[in-house]
């Protein structure tokens, strides 16, 4: 943009060009008022945004979860342990996939476990006294069980436990469950 001083511009040019002017400086302030309407609905919106954002973020908490605490309290001696089993449907119970598993100590034929960070839902357990300690629940050749089991409930069938006799519900609060064998 050139400068020139007012002997070089002729009147008409001034006039024709003092509208311009008008106009560009109408239309600059038109731009100005766009501009500061647009920053605020820019703020308005990233307000808006982050709020959402931090609602989600807060709807995400940590599920509520449970403790299961089992004890056995008649086995018949201290030797070996208990082991215990937790199942969250009858498909896993019945297919032997565990859900979570837990091994106690034995102290006066009691041992106590439990079972953390439980989500609301079905679930049932199972537990044998492993007395030789060999990880395994052991069986005569016709297929009677040589050492003590049990279950939630606290069923007693011929046979081995069932979901549907066993199961119980995680629901608000803590449970503390009794197997006697």
């Known amino acids: ?82 082991h215990f089993s937790l199942y969250d449907s009858e498909e896993n119970f019945n297919s032997r996939t565990v859900t979570a598993k837990a091994t106690g100590a034995l102290q006066d034929g009691v041992s106590v476990v439990a079972f953390t960070d439980v989500k609301p839902g079905v679930y049932a357990i199972i537990c044998f006294h492993d007395a030789n300690d060999n990880g395994k629940m052991d069986f005569e050749p016709t297929g009677m069980p040589l050492e003590d089991y049990g279950a939630s409930n606290n069923i007693q069938s011929f046979g081995p436990p069932q979901f549907t006799d066993a199961k119980f519900e995680v629901n608000n609060t803590n449970l503390a469950f009794s197997i006697k064998f």
């Open 1 to 82: 943009m050139k400068i020139y001083n007012s002997s070089h511009i002729n009147n008409n040019w001034v006039i024709k060009n003092s509208a311009y002017a008008t106009k560009l400086s109408l239309l600059s302030c038109i731009i100005k008022t766009i501009n500061s309407k647009t920053k605020i609905m820019i703020r308005f919106i990233l307000f808006i945004s982050f709020y959402l954002l931090t609602l989600i973020g807060f709807s995400q908490t940590k599920e509520q979860t449970y403790k299961i605490t089992e004890t056995v309290v008649n086995a018949v001696n201290d030797k070996g342990t208990i």
